[in-house]
């Protein structure tokens, strides 16, 4: 049988390498969409819940996954010689950036390899993992012919750019388009054939996987450049004695040319402050400097640094200094009812406090505990008499759920909100950023 009858017939067998805040969604609605599917991950802990019907990520039911694993439509394990029994992979390893921000494609290509070892004629291999454009050409396309296979006549071979959005209640995996590049014709038919027949979304075929790769990063650059905008303009107006986020609210009133951005500690998350620095990787080979990028992520780096900065300046006109105040943070996850601590800007909050010998404690109702730099860190329980011994607050993390911010307001001397997440208080001991 051929591979697209396969797939249009619900009977290919799919692989997904990484099990992560991408991997698991991805596979878990390719195995509700009735295909069987394969887990692949080095983590044997992930294998093992995963096997145990157990989730750990926000954005699967719990349920669901309990159900598919029950009904041996998933499991996981860490063979990859399981690879070839498949007749589709897709690869969701993470893509970090090094300490100079350069792209480490150390996942990627080291499970090509693992899928080159694999890898059979009429496979479909799918790269979802955030990259600079050519990434599939360049990296991943010459693991894999070295097999002496050749790319639309005896495997396929397509990117399709993740397009995860933890916690949001409306757009989950299932539901949001999907974008898709194929080397060849044949690459990308074959590929869209298969996210169509899981998704409830368009597919929106591009010529070649590099417009696809480009499109992940537009995305997120245009996000990382407007964050920076709204964080240069709350600087800016915090100086003239103005309050931004009221101005953010005036202008939202305006029904066209305008979107809201909002002003806050940085940007967090393993997209927006990472994803455009992938373009800026590649562009110098183009002998091109992404200037407008760099500022961005200047801007936004400085924020948590301002911060703490503004908290230390409210700790002196009460006559304290930060050195050995007691501090306390709200909020540690990278975004709002999450439990996510990818690139949190309440991190780099912590480092700079720690730097000026403060005392930091936290409150985060997703994250009991957490490591940073090699210290341990406890959630503190937020207690009449623990808020009394608190100098300051800073929220650095809006939860709408679990944190109640009038009982915090009521027991410490003040609050300093980065992300305005007590606009509609009365409190007069509130200041924002």
């Not at 961005?296 to 503004?310: H, L, P, T, W």
Request: neutral net charge.
């Amino acid at each position: 049988m051929k591979l697209i009858d396969k797939i249009k017939g619900k009977n290919a067998k799919v692989g997904v390498l990484g099990l992560g805040y991408v991997g698991l969604p991805l596979a878990v609605e390719k195995a509700n969409a009735g295909f069987e599917v394969i887990g692949f991950d080095i983590q044997q802990k992930r294998v093992d819940m995963v096997n145990e019907g157990h989730n750990y990520i926000g954005d699967v039911v719990d349920s669901v996954l309990k159900s598919l694993v029950e009904n041996g439509k998933i499991r996981a394990t860490t063979d990859f010689d399981e690879i070839s029994k498949c007749d589709v992979v897709t690869i969701c390893v993470p893509t970090p950036l090094d300490k100079f921000k350069q792209p480490d494609l150390t996942y990627i290509i080291n499970s090509t390899k693992e899928v080159a070892k694999r890898l059979h004629k009429g496979m479909l291999v799918t790269l979802e993992s955030t990259t600079y454009p050519g990434t599939t050409n360049e990296v991943v396309l010459p693991i894999l012919e070295k097999t002496g296979l050749k790319v639309g006549k005896d495997f396929y071979l397509a990117f399709s750019p993740e397009r995860v959005d933890p916690g949001n209640l409306i757009y989950k995996t299932k539901n949001t388009p999907k974008v898709v590049g194929g080397v060849t014709a044949e690459c990308t038919k074959h590929a869209k054939a298969m996210y169509e027949a899981i998704l409830n979304a368009p597919i929106f075929a591009v010529s070649s996987p590099r417009e696809a790769e480009m499109t992940k990063i537009l995305e997120n650059t245009f996000r990382i450049v407007n964050i920076a905008l709204a964080n240069e303009m709350a600087l800016v107006a915090n100086k003239m004695g103005i309050n931004y986020w009221e101005v953010i609210d005036a202008a939202a009133t305006k029904p066209f040319g305008f979107m809201p951005f909002y002003p806050g500690p940085g940007v967090g998350g393993h997209c927006i402050p990472i994803d455009p620095f992938y373009l800026t990787y590649k562009a110098r080979e183009y002998d091109y400097h992404t200037r407008l990028i760099e500022m961005a992520g200047e801007i936004n780096d400085y924020m948590s640094e301002y911060v703490v900065q503004r908290f230390s300046d409210l700790l002196n006109e009460r006559k304290k200094c930060l050195n050995n105040a007691n501090v306390l943070l709200l909020g540690v996850a990278y975004k709002g009812d999450v439990e996510d601590m990818r690139e949190s800007p309440a991190l780099k909050v912590i480092e700079h406090l720690e730097k000026k010998h403060a005392n930091i404690l936290y409150f985060d109702p997703y994250i009991p505990q957490f490591t940073h730099n090699g210290k341990d860190y406890e959630r503190v329980e937020l207690t009449r008499g623990f808020l009394k011994s608190i100098d300051g607050v800073i929220i650095t993390t809006y939860h709408k759920k679990g944190v109640d911010y009038g009982f915090v307001a009521e027991n410490v001397p003040f609050i300093f909100d980065a992300k305005n997440a007590m606009k509609d208080s009365k409190f007069q001991n509130v200041y924002v950023l």
